[in-house]
Structures are given as C-alpha cells and as structure tokens.
C-alpha cells in the first residue's frame, strides 16, 4: 500500500499585496523523489519554507509524516532534514564540528553521536577531510557537507533547495549519485527544487512551478507526452515572418526559443525533408529532438526556465538562517 508522506492543500503565501505561493496542492509519496522545478521567483523556496516549518503560510495546510506543519512544528522537524538554498555552515568550524553542533542542535543520543557522524561523513567522501577549517572547502565539499549534516538525525524526509547550484558539472553528477543511493539505501523521500532539466529528470515526479502556481504534475515521461512527436527548432532568416508561414501553412503552434523558433510535429524526420522544400523564408539551421522539460514549460507558458538564470550562480537573498 502506498504511503503518503507529505500532503498539501490550498497553501499559499502572500508578503504584503504580493501573493508568492497561490494555493498549491500536491501529494508525495514514501520514497518518492519529487522535484519542484520552477524559474527563479516561482515560489519553490517559499513552499519549502512553509513545509519546513520555517515561514507561517497565508493560507492551507501542510502534513509531513502525518503532523501538521503548524500545529505540530518540532515534530515535523524531527521529520526532516532540509539543505537550503543558501550556505549555512559554520565556515570557521571543521567539518566535524559543523556535524556536531547539528547532532546537539537536534539532540541525537551522546552515544550515537560519533558513531553516525562518521557514516555520514563517509557516505559523501569527506570523512578524511573531517577535521579541515569548512572555509577551506571547496563549494561542491562544502555542498556535501550540508548533505549530510541534513542526514545526521535520520530524518525521514529531506529537503533540497537547489542542491546543486553554481556547481560543476562533474561535482553536480557525484551530488546525485549520493542522492540517489539514499533513497535506495535509507528509502528517504527526497523533495527538491531545481531550474535545471537535467536535475529534475531524477525525479520520480515533476510539479512544474510558475507564478506562485503548480501548472503541471507528472512523471518526467508523461509530461514530456504531452508534446506529442518531436521538437522542431529553426532559426530563419526571418523569424516574425517565418511564425507566419508555420502558423499558416502546417498551424502549428510556434514559440520562440532564444533565436530560434520550436514548435511540435508528429514525426520529426519525415516532417523535416517536406519542410525544408515548402519555406519560403530561408532557413539557416534547423534541428529535430525529442521533448525535453524545457519543451514542456515553453509549451506551458511561452517562455523558457533558463531565459531567466543568470549565469548558474545565484546570490543568497535573505540572509543565512539556521534550522
Ligand atoms: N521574505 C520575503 N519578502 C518579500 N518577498 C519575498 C520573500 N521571500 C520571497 N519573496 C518573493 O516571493 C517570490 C518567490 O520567491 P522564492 O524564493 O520562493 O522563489 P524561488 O522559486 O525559490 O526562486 P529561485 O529559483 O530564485 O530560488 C519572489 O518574487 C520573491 O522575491
Ligand atoms: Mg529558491
């Protein structure tokens, strides 16, 4: 029988006039891997904070394991391990240190202190690193320390805001493999926010965020059927004018994508070779793909999640804060 471990309901947040969260509700499953992805100010961080216990919502309700997200707060807590967005360790401390303060924080047995800071220092490949100044790390060491600093007192789910931002691709690849062999090893639940595709790809479920809103919920496979058939991607001589012609002569639904125009056919390859002959406006490169996620949110809203990263890095926005 399946177990729902979170459950929300009608949750919203406004700040001031301005409502971030619009009442969103969704479901998360027992060792589910659920991934919020959302383009920057979407509400994913809000949402989190409202679960995690950290921010009153507006409006609705939240469960994690069967509490109440306000009513019953150090339960939930104990529930869950949460890495923010932002860095929160204590960069004059070592790794050891950090870890022990948390075990303190969240009064893990004395006698299991030790103990459980060693597996989880080993689980992410510091434990030789253990008794290093933090501020000597480097941002993917330091970003597997807050991994498992959120793991020391075995919650039950964790939280990931961002877990990989600003990293390198390699560094982005070893983070996962250790997130993944979590879920297979300790059956977490694992809820993650993220603007890269390839990221939320992981997921076994996908809530696409935007404006405060949940505007699709799927697993990455049905959200990509949506589309339907292949992506075309052309950049033309004349993009305005070549809208026109795709509108007109196939009527199909063009988006623009950067400075290429994509939009959706049945069969990619036996479209292209027609498609290629019948353009009045020339072409001056043209590609055919398989749906991808930023395909879906295009499709959704007319607008792409990476139009609006600016560089992969982003700067903490409120300050760090301590759970
Ligand atoms: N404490 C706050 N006071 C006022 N506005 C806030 C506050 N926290 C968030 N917001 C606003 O709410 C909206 C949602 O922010 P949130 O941090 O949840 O977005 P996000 O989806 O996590 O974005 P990002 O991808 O940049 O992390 C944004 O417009 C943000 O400026
Ligand atoms: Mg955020």
């Given at each position: 029988?399946?177990?729902?471990?979170?459950?929300?309901?009608?949750?919203?947040?406004?700040?001031?006039?301005?409502?971030?969260?619009k009442g969103v509700e969704?479901?998360?499953?027992?060792?589910?891997?659920?991934?919020?992805?959302?383009?920057?100010?979407?509400?994913?961080?809000?949402?989190?904070?409202?679960?995690?216990?950290?921010?009153?919502?507006?409006?609705?309700?939240?469960?994690?394991?069967?509490?109440?997200?306000?009513?019953?707060?150090?339960?939930?807590?104990?529930?869950?391990?949460?890495?923010?967005?932002?860095?929160?360790?204590?960069?004059?401390?070592?790794?050891?240190e950090n870890l022990m303060?948390?075990?303190?924080?969240?009064?893990?047995?004395?006698?299991?202190?030790?103990?459980?800071?060693?597996?989880?220092?080993?689980?992410?490949?510091?434990?030789?690193?253990?008794?290093?100044?933090?501020?000597?790390?480097?941002?993917?060491?330091?970003?597997?320390?807050?991994?498992?600093?959120?793991?020391?007192?075995?919650?039950?789910?964790?939280?990931?805001?961002?877990?990989?931002?600003?990293?390198?691709?390699?560094?982005?690849?070893?983070?996962?493999?250790?997130?993944?062999?979590?879920?297979?090893?300790?059956?977490?639940?694992?809820?993650?926010?993220?603007?890269?595709?390839?990221?939320?790809?992981?997921?076994?479920?996908?809530?696409?965020?935007?404006?405060?809103?949940?505007?699709?919920?799927?697993?990455?496979?049905?959200?990509?059927?949506?589309?339907?058939?292949?992506?075309?991607?052309?950049?033309?001589?004349?993009?305005?004018?070549?809208?026109?012609?795709?509108?007109?002569?196939?009527?199909?639904?063009?988006?623009?994508?950067?400075?290429?125009?994509?939009?959706?056919?049945?069969?990619?390859?036996?479209?292209?070779?027609?498609?290629?002959?019948?353009?009045?406006?020339?072409?001056?490169?043209?590609?055919?793909?398989?749906?991808?996620?930023?395909?879906?949110?295009?499709?959704?809203?007319?607008?792409?999640?990476?139009?609006e990263i600016t560089n992969?890095?982003?700067?903490?926005?409120?300050?760090?804060?301590?759970?």
């Amino acid at each position: 029988m399946t177990e729902n471990v979170i459950e929300v309901d009608g949750l919203r947040k406004s700040f001031g006039d301005f409502e971030a969260v619009k009442g969103v509700e969704f479901t998360i499953q027992k060792g589910e891997i659920f991934g919020f992805l959302g383009p920057n100010g979407a509400g994913k961080t809000t949402t989190i904070n409202m679960l995690c216990t950290m921010m009153k919502p507006t409006a609705g309700t939240g469960r994690i394991c069967c509490h109440d997200i306000q009513s019953e707060k150090s339960t939930v807590r104990e529930c869950i391990g949460i890495i923010f967005q932002e860095n929160t360790l204590d960069e004059k401390l070592t790794a050891e240190e950090n870890l022990m303060l948390h075990c303190k924080f969240y009064r893990v047995p004395k006698s299991e202190r030790n103990g459980r800071i060693e597996e989880v220092l080993r689980m992410v490949d510091l434990y030789e690193k253990r008794k290093d100044v933090v501020e000597r790390y480097s941002g993917g060491m330091k970003r597997r320390l807050e991994i498992a600093r959120g793991l020391l007192h075995y919650p039950k789910v964790l939280f990931l805001d961002e877990p990989t931002v600003g990293l390198d691709p390699q560094t982005r690849t070893h983070i996962w493999d250790y997130i993944l062999e979590l879920k297979n090893r300790e059956g977490i639940t694992i809820f993650l926010t993220t603007h890269y595709m390839d990221e939320a790809e992981y997921s076994d479920r996908i809530a696409i965020m935007d404006h405060g809103k949940i505007i699709a919920l799927d697993t990455p496979d049905n959200l990509k059927k949506m589309i339907g058939g292949d992506v075309i991607e052309v950049i033309t001589e004349d993009n305005g004018k070549a809208i026109e012609e795709i509108s007109q002569r196939y009527g199909n639904d063009v988006k623009a994508k950067g400075d290429s125009l994509a939009f959706s056919v049945k069969n990619g390859s036996e479209f292209l070779t027609g498609f290629v002959k019948q353009m009045i406006v020339p072409i001056k490169n043209i590609s055919v793909h398989r749906p991808t996620l930023n395909d879906v949110f295009l499709n959704l809203t007319g607008r792409e999640i990476r139009d609006e990263i600016t560089n992969g890095t982003k700067k903490p926005k409120f300050g760090h804060r301590r759970f």
